[in-house]
């Protein structure tokens, strides 16, 4: 043990000192086994002179969720999550991308640009023809006084 003493390994370089340090460490903590009989059974029993070193490991969840009697609602509770809710909106959401095409264009507009463009549509017609886009039919109704203003404007 002294051939790894810290003392003794003064002007050698760092790698070689950090080597030395930690071989002494262990030398010392072996000896600390040996020499002391308590120590020495927990070693033999454990493994380790300090006793067992049995690590819990838990996660952070409320009391409520680990009780006994709570068990069964948890287990409910996630397999309608896992099983109902998640499958709904994975389709929900599919189900609503369907519906558009490239760069988030309804797929009934692309029909409607396509079967008038193919008619040979005007350029002077070309605001109709968007007004008639699929995204429109959508729009919150208007109100009163929003009707009487297109009212005078379309005359």
């Known amino acids: 043990s002294l051939l790894h003493h810290p003392d003794r390994n003064v002007g050698k370089d760092v790698a070689e000192q950090a080597q030395a340090g930690m071989l002494f460490e262990r030398i010392q903590k072996a000896h600390e086994i040996l020499t002391n009989p308590d120590a020495y059974q927990l070693f033999q029993t454990t493994g380790s002179p300090d006793g067992s070193r049995d690590m819990e490991v838990s ?5 409520f969720l680990l009780e006994k009697k709570n068990h069964n609602l948890v287990l409910v509770v996630y397999l309608l ?15 609503q991308s369907k519906l558009f095409g490239d760069r988030l264009i309804m797929n009934d507009s ?30 919150p109704p ?11 404007l379309s005359q």
């Open 110 to 139: 692309y029909n409607i640009y396509t079967y008038l463009l193919e008619k040979g549509i005007k350029l002077e017609h070309l605001p109709e023809v968007l007004a008639l886009s699929a995204e429109f039919r959508s729009l």
């Open 81 to 95: 999550i896992l099983v109902v809710l998640v499958p709904i909106s994975v389709g929900s959401w599919y189900s």
């Open 59 to 63: 996660i952070g969840l409320p009391k």
């Open 142 to 152: 208007r109100s009163a006084a929003d009707k009487e203003l297109l009212e005078k």
